[in-house]
């Protein structure tokens, strides 16, 4: 059986749970089983996840609203693994008994497991203050292939040190001011990284310059694949795809010569794996997510909220196929981190040009900040770029757009090449990001401040025919096209610095 570990020594938030826990798990219905898990006559065991009723973000009270944003994290971490313990402990028994084994998770409250169809039977017959009856829905846990972003045909364009979408966004000039990300944490949630990249190991918080240590800054939640070349539980960064070590080179590369390929050099990263070779899974977007705000070691063991990255860069998304078909699947597990204190950049995705395409999440929540692409030349918007608006969100989205099209950055084998999207786009961003934390450190753990400054910190982007979605139109500003506009890294460095 799988067992997540708990932070030794709870705070006491965990004993001023425990009425509202009780009072969170009164007056539970009957779960309700997806169409999908009970139109499958097979005998088989069907991979789901297992979805309490409580999936509210626990309160840090009583601290202040100004309190530290580490010591807020901390309450917050305690506070999910206490609720987690207290409310999947019958539905834990129940399977340990059963025979059937599990990973349950704290930063939603879900168990993924291994059912029988008469197992399955038995939940969707718990009744309300039953032994399993704060369950509240049973879902499919899906794997599904997603159609990334590949390498393009090697253009005959010269190759310019700093490349031109970095140079597009002027990030160059808060380099100058003495800004590269120093100080600053991106975390990547991909196919994985080949951390030992020339435009990469240098900023991989795991090596200290002689040594590698994959403790806390590396964790993979392929656990049971076949066919991809990092097999399952690598105890070293690996990249069986190729998008996200092209990804994080974009965040973060700079090989100090010719490939300064990062819009912020200066910063370090920390990685986990949630596709396997470009395969993924609601279990294991939400496996990274919650390693995201408490990292642990490669036994997945001893969670700490305080190495928790201050920016994440993701560019996938959990597809129907993928079964996210209801939309809310991981979005606790996203709220959480936003709540948290680290901030989520998405990609929209690459269904434009029609309207309304931003269709997967963690693009579609309102915690998550999104990015659509433009050109790395120009700034028109690109014509796969994902548009809005999205159903049950009023906020514009996308929220900017960014470089994303034939974007040069590291691929597998040290080497270099180019590639198109929003998955491109989103690096950018969270770069960025890192720019300006690192010129007002203040910034950390506010991701909502930081993103109010994103969406002021723009310049015009176009869009190159007519075009209205959700009533916005191309001439105005901001539409559900380009979103507020284009990225500056220039002038989101002077709105940060212009902070109090």
């Known amino acids: 059986m799988h067992r997540n570990s708990l932070i030794a020594g709870h705070l006491p938030a965990r004993r001023l749970l425990c009425l509202a826990l009780l009072a969170a798990s009164a007056g539970v219905g009957a779960a309700q089983i997806d169409p999908a898990l009970q139109a499958n006559n097979s005998r088989q ?65 879900v168990i993924q497991a291994q059912l029988t169809p008469a197992a399955l039977r038995e939940l969707a017959s718990a009744e309300r203050g039953s032994r399993l009856g ?44 003495g800004f590269r990300g120093q100080g600053v944490v991106i975390g990547g949630m991909d196919t994985g990284y080949q951390w030992n990249h020339p435009a990469l190991k240098g900023k991989y918080r795991g090596w200290n310059g002689t040594t590698a240590n994959h403790n806390y800054n590396w964790h993979d939640a392929i656990h049971n694949s076949s066919g991809n070349t990092c097999g399952n539980n690598a105890a070293a960064p690996c990249d069986d795809n190729g998008h996200g070590t092209h990804t994080a080179g974009t965040f973060a590369g700079d090989d100090g ?87 989520v950049i998405a990609a929209a995705g690459n269904d434009g040009s029609s309207c309304s395409t ?80 690192s010129a007002k450190p203040s910034l950390k753990g506010n991701p909502a401040l930081v993103a109010q400054l994103l969406r002021q910190s723009v310049v015009s982007a176009t869009v190159p025919f007519s075009q209205t979605c959700g009533g916005t139109t191309s001439g105005t500003r901001p539409n559900h096209m380009v979103g507020h506009g284009r990225l500056d890294a220039w002038l989101a460095y002077q709105a940060a610095i212009a902070l109090p």
């Open 45 to 109: 065991l069907q991979d789901v996840l297992i979805v309490l009723e409580d999936q509210a973000t626990p309160l840090t009270t009583p601290l202040a609203e100004d309190a530290d944003y580490l010591l807020r994290r901390r309450v917050l971490v305690a506070n999910l693994i206490a609720r987690a313990e207290e409310q999947q402990a019958d539905v834990r028994a129940w399977l340990d008994e059963k025979g059937i084994a599990y990973q349950p998770y704290w930063i939603a409250n």
């Open 134 to 177: 704060a369950v509240a829905r049973v879902e499919r846990n899906a794997t599904f292939v997603q159609k990334l972003p590949q390498q393009e045909v090697t253009s005959t364009e010269a190759i310019t040190a700093v490349t031109p979408g970095v140079t597009r966004i002027r990030a160059p000039s808060v380099w100058s001011a």
């Open 257 to 343: 010569g010719s490939n300064q390929i990062g819009v912020a050099p200066g910063a370090k990263w920390v990685g986990c794996r949630n596709m396997a070779a470009g395969a993924g899974t609601p279990a294991r977007y939400i496996e990274c997510l919650q390693w995201m705000l408490a990292p642990t070691n490669l036994a997945n063991a001893s969670p700490n909220p305080d190495l928790a990255p201050d920016v994440t860069s993701n560019s996938w998304g959990c597809t129907a196929g993928e079964g996210c078909s209801g939309g809310n699947e991981i979005k606790t597990a996203v709220d959480n981190l936003v709540a948290g204190g680290v901030m």
């Open 358 to 437: 931003i269709g997967d999440p963690p693009a579609t929540y309102a915690s998550a900040f999104v990015v659509g692409a433009t050109g790395t030349t120009s700034d028109s918007l690109a014509s796969f770029s994902s548009r809005g608006p999205v159903p049950g969100n009023s906020a514009i989205k996308p929220d900017v757009s960014a470089p994303g099209v034939s974007v040069r950055s590291s691929i597998r084998n040290s080497g270099y090449g180019s590639m198109s999207g929003t998955s491109m786009a989103t690096p950018h961003v969270a770069g960025v990001v890192a720019l300006m934390m």
